[in-house]
């Protein structure tokens, strides 16, 4: 009898991760890059892309500037959301460094042009570098403002036709069915449709995001980066987190 695998299939063979800006952040506040949890991130996107998962990323940036904040203090809106995607940029370069030290073939495309900085995202220049084993960073969001990075993973998600997005957390490991920070009682959901998601307000991405999903029959895992190895755990299909489906 041959001995059986070390090496765990994976549920999935192309994926787009959902990144956090505030876990760029590590323990500090806004405005801040923590090199050290970054390169943590790294690790974990080395080693899914190792496994032979084609990975499409995401990022927030939360840890740079929050338009929510801004435009309390005064800021317009479409002003603190240019900022906002600038800072997924800044983001994006610093997961890609991180990645490269570490030997994986990275390349940042943003919707926002910088050219002296990243790529243009170009669809079919995204899919090459997918197919050909490369990590491709997505920043700038969609490009432009009063949408969400939540927003912008959906459609890059469906864009580039990965088979579900996988949604890092910073301290939270699934969907619960209220605040567990200020519920003791808060009940978490192993499995979740869209529609009742979208029925319960729950907070798992911002609604246009959520019903774009469930549209696009495109199935979202809410897990929490923090857990090393938890990355390639989801991938692998292991049953942590919340899975939201169509037909969950």
Known sequence: MSDESTISPMKWSRVLLKLSGEA?????????????????????????????????????????MRGQLAEVAGMKRVTADHIGMLGTVVNALALQDSLEQQGVDTRVQTAVPIQTVAES?????????????????LA????????????????????VRAEAI????????????????????????DK??????????????DLTAMAFCMENNLPIV??????????QRVAEGSPIGTLVSKDA
């Open 121 to 137: 995202y170009i669809n079919r220049r995204a899919l090459r570098h997918l197919e050909k084993g490369r990590v491709v960073i």
């Open 222 to 231: 809410v897990f929490d980066i923090n857990v090393p190895g938890n990355i």
């Open 24 to 64: 760029f952040a590590g323990d500090g506040s806004h405005g801040v890059i923590d090199y050290a949890a970054v390169a943590k991130i790294a690790e974990e996107v080395a080693s899914l892309q190792r496994s032979g998962v084609q990975t499409a990323i995401v990022i927030g940036g939360g840890n740079v």
């Open 166 to 189: 996988l949604m890092a957390k910073n301290g939270t490991d699934g969907v619960y069915d209220k605040d567990p920070r200020q519920h003791a009682d808060a009940a978490k959901f």
């Open 140 to 159: 700038g969001g969609t490009g432009n403002p009063y949408f969400t990075t939540d927003t912008a993973a959906a459609l890059r998600a469906s864009e």
């Open 192 to 205: 979740i449709s869209f529609s009742d998601a979208i029925n319960r307000r729950l907070k798992v991405m």
